[in-house]
């Protein structure tokens, strides 16, 4: 079957780093997503990888091992407004997008 | 541009009652998609579209029904609505794969049912 695992919840400190990770499992694979959700809203798209190794977007940086199934998002210099849920998604052999559950971020002061 | 938008953004209905919700898109996106999300669970798609005038079924497509009659909205149909369609629903579009694959998602409906 096809499977994402990420963890349900983090908490970090403003002005930290945090590091959320996630493994998939999926029937072909065409590349892995991060999205961002914040509580009552849409998702919104943060990054893509299709290649392994490390993608830098400002604060943001995601990575991908194909061989280990695992990709994580890396969040430097962490602000108030980063609390979100963080969603990871595989697209699969079928050009379908499977979700994880997502990883519920807090941050505190 | 708007992106993509969805109405109603609330709704509560009784069980078996009927409802439609729409979905339009302003950036001629080819593929459009249907998408629920429950409380610690990832989003499950419902059905989709490849291009005007077709649909297909997802992972969860049973007490749905859509249509694509125009390339711009997509349209979800609840024709008896159940307790367990409860859900916050999304849509969804993205242009023809091998574009990119980013999909870019409406602001939600929030639908209970009683």
């Known amino acids: 079957g096809q499977n994402i695992d990420q963890p349900t919840e983090m908490t970090a400190t403003e002005g930290a780093i945090v590091q959320i990770n996630c493994t998939y499992q999926?029937?072909?694979?065409?590349?892995l997503f991060w999205y961002q959700q914040h509580a009552g809203e849409a998702p919104t798209f943060l990054s893509y990888?299709?290649l392994d190794g490390l993608e830098e977007k400002g604060r943001f940086s995601s990575f991908l091992s194909r061989s280990k199934g695992y990709s994580y998002l890396l969040l430097k210099e962490l602000q108030m407004k980063d609390s979100a849920s963080y969603l990871c998604?595989?697209?699969?052999?079928?050009?379908?997008?499977?979700w994880g559950a997502g990883t519920k971020l807090i941050i505190k002061p | 541009n708007a992106g993509v938008t969805q109405t109603p953004k609330f709704r509560v209905l009784k069980t078996g009652q009927s409802m439609t919700l729409l979905c339009a898109q302003d950036?001629?996106?080819?593929?459009m998609y249907w998408y629920r999300q429950d409380p610690g669970m990832g989003l499950r798609l419902i059905h989709y579209?490849?291009?005007?005038?077709?649909?297909a079924k997802g992972e969860v497509p049973d007490g749905y029904n859509v249509s694509r009659l125009k390339k711009q909205n997509f349209l979800l149909g609840l024709e008896s609505a159940a307790p367990s369609q409860t859900s916050v629903y999304f849509c969804?579009?993205?242009?023809?794969?091998?574009?990119?694959?980013?999909?870019?998602f409406g602001p939600g409906t929030r639908l209970t049912v009683l």
């Open positions: 969804a579009s993205k242009e023809a794969s091998g574009v990119t694959d980013t999909q870019y």
């Open positions: 950036m001629n996106h080819e593929y």
């Open positions: 579209s490849v291009g005007e005038g077709t649909t």
């Open positions: 999926t029937s072909g694979f065409n590349g």
């Open positions: 990888n299709v």
């Open positions: 998604a595989a697209l699969d052999s079928n050009y379908q997008l499977i």
